[in-house]
């Protein structure tokens, strides 16, 4: 059974940094690519980041471009998010995801592309 945990979250001022963490327990099937998205009150659910699995190939949202860093530790079964001068519109419930399935470049940031989702880890910024 798959089963992702984030940690990491919390309260910061703007301009801050904050990197969250994406444990992967439940390693019984092969990723291919994870994720990071986000879901500010009242609004859906969008991308932020996304790493494939094998060739460490990254894409970004242009929101968080030159601000956020996504990387993997495949030892650890672990995913980041390094998230560096946020911003108050930064804050939301993040959510960590994989896939067994090879997205493409352009649905990597796509809810769809995803299968397995974490609880989530609540990240505020105050102005």
């Known amino acids: 059974q798959v089963q992702l945990v984030e940690s990491g979250g919390g309260s910061v001022q703007a301009g801050g940094s904050l990197r969250l963490s994406c444990a992967d327990s439940?390693?019984?099937?092969?990723?291919?690519?994870m994720g990071w998205f986000r879901q500010p009150p009242g609004k859906e659910r969008e991308g932020v980041a996304a790493?494939?699995?094998?060739?460490?190939?990254?894409v970004y949202a242009d929101s968080v471009k030159g601000r956020f860093t996504i990387s993997q530790d495949n030892a650890k079964n672990t995913m980041y998010l390094q998230m560096n001068k946020l911003k108050p519109e930064d804050t939301a419930m993040y959510y960590c995801?994989?896939?067994?399935?090879?997205?493409?470049?352009?649905?990597?940031?796509?809810?769809?592309?995803?299968?397995?989702w974490g609880q989530g880890t609540q990240v505020t910024v105050s102005s």
């Open positions: 995801a994989a896939d067994s399935r090879l997205s493409s470049w352009f649905d990597a940031l796509s809810v769809d592309s995803y299968n397995y």
């Open positions: 439940g390693y019984t099937y092969s990723r291919k690519i």
């Open positions: 790493i494939y699995i094998g060739g460490g190939g990254t």
